[in-house]
């Protein structure tokens, strides 16, 4: 069984924390509102995320330097507006800052988004498209 998911696009994708703590109580509050689970840690402090296999991982970069992502935005993935709603207001009440509120985006057809800045200042999202796309 392979470790990581991957989709055919992507392995993984791993963003840095200033406090694994801190991110992991935001993550595992905004991704279980998209049935994303917090599976557990592994090696030197990383800390995996996935529905059955990991794919994003949180953790202290490598070099030992404060994380920045300036520019980057990591999505993820709805299946209704509800869940980016419970997505944004669970990244909210866990030390995330709104970024963009729930709702229609104009940039794509039936897009439905909102986007939060984790504790550590990474930018992330959750889309879902109403017309199906």
């Known amino acids: 069984m392979a470790v990581i998911s991957g989709d055919g696009v992507f392995s993984h994708v791993f963003l840095g924390a200033v406090d694994t703590a801190v991110s992991a109580k935001f993550y595992d509050a905004a991704l279980a509102a998209l049935g994303i689970k917090n ?54 009440a866990n030390g995330g800052n709104d970024e963009g509120a729930p709702g229609p985006r104009s940039h794509l057809p039936g897009a439905y988004a909102a986007y939060l800045r984790d504790p550590a200042g990474n930018k992330i999202c959750s889309y879902t498209f109403t017309d199906g796309n």
């Open 39 to 92: 599976l557990g840690p592994f090696g030197h402090g990383w800390i995996l995320y996935g529905r059955e296999k990991p794919a994003f991982i949180i953790a202290r970069p490598g070099n030992g330097e404060v994380p920045s992502s300036n520019g980057v935005t990591i999505g993820f993935a709805a299946a209704t507006p509800a869940e980016v709603d419970a997505f944004h207001a669970a990244g909210l």
